[in-house]
């Protein structure tokens, strides 16, 4: 069986260690679960360094839509944090079909 594809929007602090812990943690899952979960595309405004995290483990794209809009992402994990752009593409996901994944508390308050 397919793994599910995952994207995540926002890789500082938090997108990094999430990001590792699904990829060290793989057999796991997939034990688990039946299922492997893969990070597969990676939206961050500094391109540059979510390249240099990520390496060629997953896409990295500047605009978080485009992970929105891919129709092989089955959730998306919003890490942006604030309730401003956060809501804004939690939302657009949700509107999309998309599962979606936040820890963001002011977001959901």
Known sequence: MEPIQVGLLG???VGGGTFQVLARN??????RAGRGI???????????RARAL?????????D???????PEISIVVELI????????LVLEAVRA????VTANKALLA
Not at 54 to 62: E, F, I, N, T
Not at 64 to 70: G, L
Not at 81 to 88: K, L
Not at 97 to 100: I, R
């Open 81 to 88: 944090g604030g309730c401003g752009i956060a809501r804004e």
């Open 11 to 13: 890789i500082g602090t």
């Open 64 to 70: 978080a839509r485009e992970v929105i809009a891919n």
């Open 26 to 31: 793989q057999e796991e899952i997939r034990r």
């Open 38 to 48: 893969e990070i597969t595309m990676v939206a961050d405004l500094d391109t540059a």
């Open 54 to 62: 990520v390496g060629d483990r997953a896409k990295v794209v500047g």
């Open 97 to 100: 079909g998309k599962h979606v």
